[in-house]
């Protein structure tokens, strides 16, 4: 009975897919997924960022463990997180978030959308990340639809910063 109260229920099926062993909470995180989208509305903003972290992160350490399917169903609740704006805080994207969109999107081939996405959303970067988070981006963008001059072109110009993005640009 106490699964009929929106907040318990999210918070249960949360645990229960997050604890369970790898490739069997799935049932728990598509009525989890399902919850937060119906009960949206009933929380406040910073509390419902958690609970969709939540989501996220269940998809993220079953992908970690092999479950590539699990892939789309991240990339669409980051597409659902950036449209409904759960993942901008005060008027702000995290350069996390902006990269591991930008690397989902483009491993699934989201070609397109991901164009739009960088267009889109790169001004909620924190301007001291914006340049080289963007410019990456394109790069990674392009050297993934195999356009190699322009993605050289980018990468040339450029002296990045941040370690894991100066590591994948120098695998480019």
């Known amino acids: 009975d106490l ?23 799935d049932e728990y995180f598509v009525k989890l997924r399902d919850a937060i989208w119906e009960h949206i509305r009933l929380f406040p903003r910073y509390e419902l960022k958690d609970i969709y972290l939540m989501s996220v992160n269940y998809c993220v350490a079953q ?3 092999g479950r590539n399917p699990m892939r789309a169903e991240l990339f669409d609740l980051y597409k659902k997180g950036i449209d409904s704006q759960i993942l901008i805080e005060n008027n702000t994207l995290s350069h996390f978030t902006f990269r591991n969109i930008v690397n ?25 990340y914006k340049d080289t988070f963007v410019q990456f981006s394109m790069a990674k963008l392009h050297f993934t639809k195999r356009e190699y001059d322009q993605a050289l ?20």
Request: net charge negative; hydrophobic share 45%.
């Open 3 to 25: 699964l009929h109260y929106p907040a318990i229920a999210i918070y249960f099926y949360g645990y229960q897919a997050i604890t369970s062993p790898i490739g069997t909470g």
């Open 63 to 65: 992908i970690n463990a």
């Open 104 to 128: 989902l999107g483009t491993a699934l081939r989201q070609f397109d959308w991901i164009q739009s996405f960088i267009d889109q959303y790169q001004k909620f970067l924190a301007p001291k």
């Open 153 to 172: 072109q980018l990468l040339a110009q450029s002296d990045f910063d941040d370690i894991l993005i100066n590591l994948s640009a120098k695998t480019m």
